[in-house]
């Protein structure tokens, strides 16, 4: 299993950014997908669920409604558009996949929301 995310970088308040995940090693379009994200002091926390179909979404309460995950499973890729970034949203976030009961992560790509 292999999972590459890009995207990440520095934002204002306000602004967006698109994160993208690109999975190999595996059955992509069976399985559910996950962005995590992690902020410096504090523990990773999950951000967005995609089911295999894509028809079922899940979203942490801190970005409901700013935050959209999307997948296309031709591309064996997993989106996360971040549109009205705030500062709290910095953290490096993580692309997810739980394989045969083990958690696979990517290396990460870093977010920055500041003035």
């Known amino acids: 299993v292999q999972l590459v995310e890009s995207g990440g970088g520095l934002a204002q308040p306000g602004e967006s950014l698109r994160l993208s995940c690109v999975a190999s090693g595996f059955t992509f379009r069976t399985y559910f997908m996950k962005w995590y994200r992690q902020a410096p002091g504090k523990e990773r926390e999950p951000v967005a669920t995609?089911?295999?179909?894509?028809?079922?979404?899940w979203y942490a309460d801190s970005v409901k409604g700013r935050f959209t995950i999307s997948r296309d499973n031709a591309k064996n890729t997993v989106y996360l558009k971040m549109d009205s970034l705030k500062p709290e949203d910095t953290a490096v976030y993580y692309c997810?996949?739980?394989?045969?009961?083990?958690?696979?992560w990517g290396q990460g790509t870093q977010v920055t929301v500041s003035s």
């Open positions: 997810n996949v739980v394989y045969y009961g083990r958690d696979c």
């Open positions: 995609i089911s295999n179909g894509g028809g079922s979404i």
